[in-house]
Every structure is written in C-alpha cells, then in structure tokens.
Antibody, heavy 126, light 110 residues
Framework: QVQVVESGGGVVQPGRSLRLSCAAS????????MHWVRQAPGKGMEWVAV????????YYADSVKGRFTISRDNSKNTLHLQMNSLRAEDTALYYC???????????????????WGQGTLVIVSS | QSALTQPASVSGSPGQSIAISCTGT?????????VSWYQQHPGKAPKLMIY???DRPSGVSNRFSGSKSGNTASLTISGLQAEDEADYFC??????????FGGGTKLTVL
C-alpha cells in the first residue's frame, strides 16, 4: 500500500524552529520527487516545496524561501521540512505528497501529488 | 505566484453533469499541460482525480474528466452521485518551476 505519514507538528513560538518528517512506504522512494503542501485554517492549499528524487534539486514557494529547507534521506525513505524563523502565517496543516512522475519512466517536471498524507498540524503562536 | 481562480461553490442534482473551472495565466495553466484535480472530503486527505489536464489515475471513475482551453482548465463530473459531494481543487505547474493551487470549489449534490 502506497502511503506517506507525516509527523513532527506542534505548537511553537514565533521565531522558533520546527522539523517535520514524512515516512514513505509501499513504493520505490528513490524514483519520485516529493512535495510539502500546506493548508492554513479556512484557506486553500499552498504548495511549499519540492525535492527531486536524488535530492539534487529543490524549489520553494516565495513565502518560505530562505526560511524553510526541504531534504530527504533515501536510505530511510524519509522526507523532512526544516522550518526556521516561524511566523504566525505559517500556521497550517502540513501535507507530504509523492509526485506523480516516475523517474526514468515518465517525462517532464514534478507536477502532481499522489498520494497525500493525513497531514501534521503546525501552530505558531506565543 | 497568484492562486488559480475557481468558483467558490457549484451544485447539481444526482445524475446531472457539472463542470468546475480553474483559471490561470499564460505562465501556468496556459503554458503547460500539467493541470491536476483533487477531491477532498471533510477531514480526509486529498485524492488525485485527474492529472496532466485529462489523464485519469487507475481506480478513478470515468465519470470524472478534465479538459483545457487557453488559460482555463475544467473538471467535469457526469452522472453526479451523492458521494461526489466534496471540495475540489486544481493545481498547475508554473514557469517559475513551482506549483500553484486554485482556491477550491465546494460541490453540493442537491
């Protein structure tokens, strides 16, 4: 069963840091780019970041660039999101998602999300 | 990167067809055939319904179809069923090597 499970959310004060993790199973982790997506309370989805299958390429939304770092450990089938200098507007449910493009099989850039995890909640508040 | 534009809500009766639009720009929807659609029931994780404008993942009902014209993509659901009541949102790849979402559309089955 292909699945991703997020962890690491919690309540954190503004300006502090938090590290999210995503455990992947049921698929060849090294064949897919991986994404972080978030949804603030009552708002729509916001794409956060993507990392290529081998970790060599990383792209970020302007809203988190310079503060968040996406990384992966292919030996442990795990994705991470290091979040620094957190702000109130970073409060959201954070989802991990596998990309739809299979490296070596499909062509084109990372461009879709399947499956999604259940999310981990991050609340930035003093 | 501005969010893609979707109607806040649409509704239809069982058996009818509805369409949800997703309007972007010539830097995202209009530039690439990389639009995806997702279904999300309350409290559940989103589910991929359509990718690359009109491709359907295995296991997704053929009542769901996608299309695109210019800067606007559309999701059509035919033979509407009660279980289709959910939030739907689109996403697109962009020329900035990022992805952008629509604001989401609440589908009500009357």
């Amino acid at each position: 069963q292909v699945q991703v499970v997020e962890s690491g959310g919690g309540v954190v004060q503004p300006g502090r840091s938090l590290r999210l993790s995503c455990a992947a199973s049921g698929f060849t982790f090294t064949s897919y780019a991986m994404h972080w997506v978030r949804q603030a309370p009552g708002k729509g989805m916001e794409w956060v970041a993507v990392i290529s299958y081998d970790g060599s390429n990383k792209y970020y939304a302007d809203s988190v660039k310079g503060r968040f770092t996406i990384s992966r450990d292919n030996s442990k089938n795990t994705l991470h999101l290091q979040m620094n200098s957190l702000r109130a507007e970073d409060t959201a449910l954070y989802y991990c998602a596998k990309d739809i493009v299979v490296v070596g099989v499909s062509t084109g850039p990372p461009r879709g999300f399947d499956p999604w995890g259940q999310g981990t909640l991050v609340i930035v508040s003093s | 990167q501005s969010a893609l534009t979707q109607p806040a809500s649409v509704s239809g009766s069982p058996g009818q067809s509805i369409a949800i639009s997703c309007t972007g720009t010539n830097s995202d929807v209009g530039a690439y055939n990389y639009v995806s659609w997702y279904q999300q029931h309350p409290g559940k994780a989103p589910k991929l319904m359509i990718y690359d404008v009109s491709d359907r993942p295995s296991g997704v009902s053929n009542r769901f179809s996608g299309s695109k014209s210019g800067n606007t993509a559309s999701l059509t659901i035919s033979g509407l069923q009660a279980e289709d009541e959910a939030d739907y949102f689109c996403s697109s790849y962009t020329s900035s090597t990022t992805l952008v979402f629509g604001g989401g559309t609440k589908l009500t089955v009357l």
